[in-house]
């Protein structure tokens, strides 16, 4: 999976996905590595989602994993906490902010 097609896939998910349920506004910074590396922001403000392919440097959460953890997990070979809690996704910022997003998911 390159970059590109991570980003396609979260662009794809972003756009579907209903975060009203989050009673609180968010920026995340997804920052994916390996040979084909990228950034990916995301914001949910006053109801408006945004995903760029661009780094910011104001984010509430900051996420980095390798492409290849990213993409275990969107293949459900690897379910995502234990990635966090085995060292293979970095968290830093408002932690359980990024759990009620990711349960927002399910």
Same mark, same amino acid.
């Given at each position: 999976?390159?970059?590109?097609?991570?980003?396609?896939?979260?662009? $794809?998910?972003? &756009? &579907?996905? *209903?975060? &009203?349920?989050? *009673?609180?506004?968010?920026? @995340?910074?997804?920052?994916?590595?390996?040979?084909? $590396?990228?950034?990916?922001?995301?914001?949910?403000?006053?109801?408006? $989602?945004?995903?760029?392919?661009? #780094?910011?440097?104001?984010? %509430?959460?900051?996420?980095?994993?390798?492409? %290849?953890? =990213?993409?275990?997990?969107?293949?459900?070979?690897? *379910?995502?906490? #234990? @990635? =966090?809690?085995?060292?293979?996704?970095? @968290?830093?910022? %408002?932690?359980?902010?990024?759990? @009620?997003?990711? %349960?927002?998911? $399910?």
């Amino acid at each position: 999976m390159k970059f590109g097609d991570c980003y396609k896939y979260m662009e $794809k998910l972003i &756009s &579907s996905q *209903d975060f &009203s349920d989050i *009673d609180k506004d968010f920026t @995340a910074m997804l920052y994916l590595t390996g040979e084909d $590396k990228g950034y990916i922001y995301m914001s949910y403000i006053n109801g408006v $989602k945004t995903i760029e392919p661009i #780094r910011h440097n104001s984010a %509430n959460i900051y996420l980095t994993m390798t492409i %290849n953890t =990213f993409e275990k997990i969107i293949n459900g070979q690897m *379910d995502i906490l #234990r @990635a =966090f809690t085995t060292g293979q996704i970095q @968290a830093k910022g %408002n932690v359980v902010l990024a759990l @009620a997003i990711y %349960n927002s998911f $399910k």
